[in-house]
């Protein structure tokens, strides 16, 4: 048993001592090969069952590389990890393709708007710490739910949980309610954002949904994004009574912010129309 570890063992030093990578500059120093670049050992000398054996062994520059190609291998491990967690994260946002182009580099218009909303991603750990949101309100289309899905995505390009949806999607869809899979997207999601606030007025059974879902949220104490085209003065003074709680608790921890700005859509509309004018009525040359 003892000789077969022995050959073993010498087998394996042996096959050591093959192939040692020597360069043009390298050199010996008592039969030990030494690097010509950092003047460290390629080989280490052991004793071996009663003989010298010289392994090869890294020296510090070639340790050095082989550390330097480990860690940038890590690195793109981790890039790739935080990559598809992104995807990830984005597949279950809820957002269509073209709120997930809404960004802060594509940020067209009110500028004071959009450094509230940076502000807004910088300090997001203070603002779920505090159960702290935000309230979108103005015309229609002046860039509401723009700046929404863009808090949206810078957040979960930091690796945010958020999720973003429509009181109309939410109300339209006679199966989400019941969805307890789409709800526990909803609920484990570290900032919440519902578009369009106000959509679901008229409908008993959708002013009740609205309700339990906003006040589910509250009582989580995680944070709320709305949005909406509904005042203020509306909104504290609601016609109708079923309202008037729903509006207080989102007052309680969203804080309002007035987006103003010309109607996007429009102005969208009437460069369409300049530019299908144009078109249109161009002169044909044969």
């Not at 077969?4 to 050591?16: H, L, T, W």
């Not at 995505?153 to 949806?165: A, E, F, H």
């Not at 006040?215 to 509306?234: A, D, G």
Request: glycine share 6%.
């Amino acid at each position: 048993m003892s000789n077969n570890f022995e050959g073993i063992v010498d087998d394996m030093v042996q096959k050591s001592m093959l192939n040692i990578p020597k360069k043009e500059n390298d050199y010996y120093v008592d039969g030990v090969l030494y690097c010509g670049n950092c003047h460290s050992k390629k080989q280490s000398q052991i004793s071996c069952f009663g003989r010298i054996v010289r392994p090869h062994c890294l020296c510090k520059c070639e340790a050095e590389k082989l550390q330097k190609q480990e860690e940038e291998q890590r690195k793109i491990e981790k890039e790739n990890i935080r990559k598809q967690r992104l995807e990830s994260l984005k597949s279950l946002s809820m957002m269509g393709e073209k709120l997930m182009n809404s960004t802060f580099e594509n940020w067209q218009g009110n500028e004071k708007l959009k450094n509230i909303c940076i502000n807004y991603c910088i300090s997001f750990r203070d603002r779920y710490a505090k159960n702290q949101g935000l309230l979108l309100y103005g015309e229609p289309s002046v860039g509401k739910t723009y700046a929404a899905a863009s808090i949206a995505n810078k957040l979960i390009s930091d690796g945010v949980p958020v999720v973003m949806t429509s009181f109309t999607k939410f109300i339209n869809n006679g199966n989400f309610g019941d969805n307890n899979e789409i709800l526990n997207y909803m609920d484990d999601a570290k900032l919440l954002i519902l578009d369009d606030l106000g959509a679901e007025r008229n409908s008993p059974f959708a002013i009740e949904q609205v309700g339990e879902l906003i006040e589910n949220r509250i009582n989580q104490n995680k944070p709320l994004i709305l949005t909406t085209n509904l005042t203020v003065k509306e909104m504290k003074e609601p016609d109708d009574f079923r309202y008037k709680r729903i509006y207080h608790r989102v007052f309680e921890v969203c804080y309002p912010v007035l987006v103003e700005g010309p109607a996007r859509r429009l102005e969208k509309a009437k460069s369409n129309f300049y530019e299908m004018q144009k078109e249109l009525n161009k002169e044909i040359n044969d």
